[in-house]
């Protein structure tokens, strides 16, 4: 019988991979985006199948999710907004974005589809300054930002609803994700596309502090590979699980990557912005050995192979 998820977000970066993942394993899908319109929507999610449909509207009105979740085997709630520094200048938005959003579908879903699988995305920001590497899901969360206050409250939604409610929901808690169409409508990049865009440009990396900070960076197909798994299978539910890559590096050590895949560009050492220091996290490397163990999943793409399929995915628009 063919399974049906709601994507939530699915014109953002994760959710546009995880519904052509999801597409391709023969899930009927519901994708709610904001503007359906949108140029960057019909890029990212053209050329799926036939069983993808699209719906336009707000992840947080309880009237749309109420149509949308009905019969829906899963849910993936992947709307909001990311930052750590932007949600410090905003932090009333980013509640709403990653904070009510949350409690409205678990609420609608209590009521009209409670055997509904949930997988919430959470971030490794709700651990804040580690106190050891790597960082398991025992770790204690003191989050330095908005963001990760507000991923850390999301969680405790979820958690809340299946133990109070029996919801079958699953956190990730996801390291530093990279992959093809990483891009947002204003043109903004996560980390890893803005070096790429950078060196692309001939303009210098920024790095600021020199750059030393350990992390781990998970490739967005590794990621939604995960994801499935955790809408799936009944080990996952009611569990939280660290979403990692498959190799640490410093973030000099990723820009220095970026350059020799993109083959141009230099690196520029700078002080830390005010705010952008405040809420750095310093070192952070995931210990995804429960996902291993309970879902059977290992990162697979090396950073590497990882860069070389980002860069070529981005080149064809960095250079017009």
Known sequence: MTRRAVVLGAGGFIGSHLCRRLTGSGWTVTAVVRHAGATHVRRRLSGLPDRLRLVEGDAADEDLLAAVVDGADAVFPFAGRSGAAASMVEPSADLDANGRGQLVLLDVLRRRNPAARVV????????????????????????????????????????????????????????NPYGPQQE?????????????????????????????????????????????????????????????????????????????????????????????????????????????DLLGWEPQVTLAEGLARTWASLAPRLAS
Request: hydrophobic share 35%; aromatic share 10%.
């Open 184 to 292: 947002r409508p204003d043109g903004a990049f996560g980390l890893v596309g803005t070096f790429i865009s950078r060196a692309a440009q001939g303009r210098p990396i920024q790095l600021y502090g020199g750059g030393g900070q350990l992390r781990d960076y998970v490739y967005v197909e590794d990621l939604c590979c995960l994801i499935e798994l955790a809408a799936t299978v009944p080990a996952a539910v009611g569990q939280a699980f660290n979403a990692g890559g498959p190799e640490r590096t410093t973030v000099r050590g990723m820009a220095e990557a970026v350059l020799e895949t993109v083959g141009r560009g230099g690196l520029h050492d700078a002080p830390w912005p005010e705010l952008e220091e405040a809420v750095e996290t310093g070192d952070y490397v995931s210990d995804h050995r429960r996902a291993r």
């Open 120 to 175: 919430f995305p959470g971030s490794r920001l709700q651990y804040g300054r580690c106190e050891w590497l790597p960082v398991g899901e025992d770790h204690p969360q003191r989050p330095l930002c908005i963001y990760g206050t507000h991923k850390a409250l999301g969680e405790q939604y979820h958690r809340l609803y299946w133990r109070v409610y029996g919801l079958p929901t699953t956190v990730l808690r996801i390291s």
